[in-house]
């Protein structure tokens, strides 16, 4: 028998009691879309569901009720289903389920089959047996799975990744402020899911290969930890003020006349410069439109056609001259490079710096010192 550090337990448990204390949370929240909230409810359970399963096995349990093992990890299979199904619903506000979704849950009942074939319909002997070879990663079917989970996972948090950048093209297309909307904190945890799945794929070929032999008990506690990390990441994401915008990818109208387009131009020219609609931080696409009294679409084919930016390029372009207008103009020794980032437009200072860099050339604080 397995005999678990102590270690292992504790961190075991708060990270159990973390995880189903989230789905909870989730499930009866207020805030935010409710499909959206239980999906990522559900994601938070199957990542609890494969911890509590292998907590269970390493602690002997399994040992006296072989009829039990295997089931809880099988709901692992859903995790990454689900994680996709949730970025879908923050970047589709028309998202629904649908009958087609149920296909995601097709390797999970040929799992569900496989396992009372070759585990559950087998003599307590033999299923004893089985679980010797799970932990030790002997068998070939271990070792098959190991190699399909590697590319089931991986397939789906490419095309996670895929959706979020799709979805940021439409956005820059959409609004001047991408802080609270560019889904960042969605990106960094499939890229530390990725990391994971590489580094889970590495350490089950060493274990299969028995060339070296790893204490298991250091590899779980390494995973114990990335689930502290991926759940504060997820947390994090859960206070954006906007963590559901539902952005959807429009239709372009096609482009008007040269002579249409240059006098819409001029008239948007004249709009900008005159009013300075930029200096609103929260300036969307369908409220400049409307303040030029255009359609949203033919604005967006003007901005993206006639001038080949996207709207969050043109309105920091305008944002970042009026910036310098100010630091190059102001008489105010005490004004702050802060000030000035609110004053034109911008909430995030990391945003107000890159914009800043790109468009002329230096940080804010050394182009205000060349006229200090």
């Given at each position: 028998?397995?005999?678990?550090?102590?270690?292992?337990?504790?961190?075991?448990?708060?990270?159990?009691?973390?995880l189903f204390f989230i789905s909870f949370f989730l499930f009866f929240s207020k805030k935010g879309r409710k499909l959206s909230n239980y999906l990522l409810a559900f994601f938070f359970l199957?990542?609890?569901?494969?911890l509590l399963d292998y907590y269970l096995l390493i602690s002997g349990y399994?040992?006296?009720?072989?009829?039990?093992?295997?089931?809880?990890?099988?709901?692992?299979?859903?995790?990454?289903?689900?994680?996709?199904?949730?970025?879908?619903?923050?970047?589709?506000?028309?998202?629904?389920?649908?009958?087609?979704?149920?296909?995601?849950?097709?390797?999970?009942?040929?799992?569900?089959?496989?396992?009372?074939?070759?585990?559950?319909?087998?003599?307590?002997?033999?299923?004893?047996?089985?679980?010797?070879?799970?932990?030790?990663?002997?068998?070939?079917?271990?070792?098959?799975?190991?190699?399909?989970?590697?590319?089931?996972?991986?397939?789906?948090?490419?095309?996670?990744?895929?959706?979020?950048?799709?979805?940021?093209?439409?956005?820059?297309?959409?609004?001047?402020?991408?802080?609270k909307i560019n889904l960042n904190w969605l990106?960094?945890?499939?890229?530390?899911?990725?990391?994971?799945?590489?580094?889970?794929?590495?350490?089950?070929?060493?274990r299969h290969s028995q060339l070296i032999s790893m204490d298991q008990g250091a590899i779980v506690v390494g995973l114990v930890g990335l689930l502290f990390f991926i759940?504060?990441?997820?947390l994090k994401g859960l206070h954006q003020n906007e963590i559901f915008l539902g952005a959807q990818r429009s239709s372009v109208d096609g482009a008007g006349s040269q002579e249409e387009n240059k006098s819409l131009l001029e008239k948007l020219n004249v709009h900008i410069t005159k009013n300075k609609p930029y200096l609103d931080a929260d300036l969307t696409l369908n409220d400049l439109a409307s303040q030029v009294?255009?359609?949203?679409?033919?604005?967006?084919?003007?901005?993206?056609?006639?001038?080949?930016?996207?709207?969050?390029?043109?309105?920091?372009?305008?944002r970042i001259e009026e910036a310098k207008r100010i630091l190059r103009e102001s008489t105010d020794n005490k004004l702050t490079v802060l000030e000035v980032m609110y004053e034109v437009g911008f909430n995030s200072k990391s945003s107000f710096n890159t914009a800043f860099k790109k468009y002329a050339g230096s940080t804010p604080t050394a182009y205000k010192s060349r006229f200090s």
């Open positions: 028998m397995f005999l678990m550090p102590e270690l292992f337990q504790i961190l075991s448990l708060l990270v159990l009691f973390q199957s990542l609890a569901c494969g399994f040992e006296v009720n072989t009829q039990y093992a295997l089931l809880l990890n099988s709901l692992v299979i859903f995790h990454a289903p689900l994680l996709l199904l949730y970025t879908q619903s923050l970047t589709d506000e028309k998202f629904s389920l649908k009958f087609i979704h149920l296909l995601h849950a097709l390797p999970f009942a040929i799992a569900l089959g496989l396992l009372f074939i070759f585990y559950y319909s087998q003599s307590p002997e033999m299923q004893k047996w089985v679980l010797e070879d799970v932990k030790k990663g002997k068998d070939l079917s271990t070792i098959m799975i190991s190699v399909f989970g590697f590319i089931y996972e991986l397939s789906y948090l490419l095309a996670i990744k895929i959706r979020i950048r799709n979805y940021r093209e439409t956005i820059v297309q959409h609004f001047s402020n991408l802080d990106n960094f945890l499939v890229n530390v899911f990725i990391i994971s799945v590489l580094a889970s794929a590495f350490s089950n070929l060493l759940s504060s990441v997820l009294q255009i359609s949203s679409r033919q604005l967006s084919t003007l901005i993206n056609l006639e001038l080949g930016k996207s709207f969050f390029d043109l309105i920091n372009s305008y």
